[in-house]
């Protein structure tokens, strides 16, 4: 509001991030809610490996400038996509063509049905155990 920026928003890259962070969230947080009742030490396990995270997905360092053994292995992060993607939204010249949508979607999906099955097979027991 105090300089005169033009920013240039693509509505469409943003909104598609938002559906894959959604989509991967709720699969995330659904496999968890199962994990963290039936194996106690998860809990633990999920804090230590989520720690380095920020690094690994994009906010700080962007894919391109990356090492080619790094991005051959954080291809597979499904947060470096989402942020790939937002990023592609605020910056009209940015190239995100690393990003796959349907990788992170199914993801979610997959993740989210594993985490289903898993709440309908043993909620009984998390329940019990608590």
Known sequence: MLSDTHVILELQPILLSHLMLMVFSMGIGVLNCALFGLLPVWEMVWGITMRPLMLASGVMFIYEDMPSFARAIL????????????????????????????????????????????????????????
């Open 75 to 130: 291809w597979y992060n499904p947060l470096l996509h989402v942020t790939g993607e937002m990023r592609k939204g605020f910056y009209p010249m940015y190239d995100a063509s690393y990003v796959a949508p349907s990788f992170v979607l199914l993801f979610g999906l997959g993740t989210l049905f594993l985490g289903t099955v898993l709440l309908g097979r043993y909620h009984r027991d998390i329940l019990n155990n608590d």
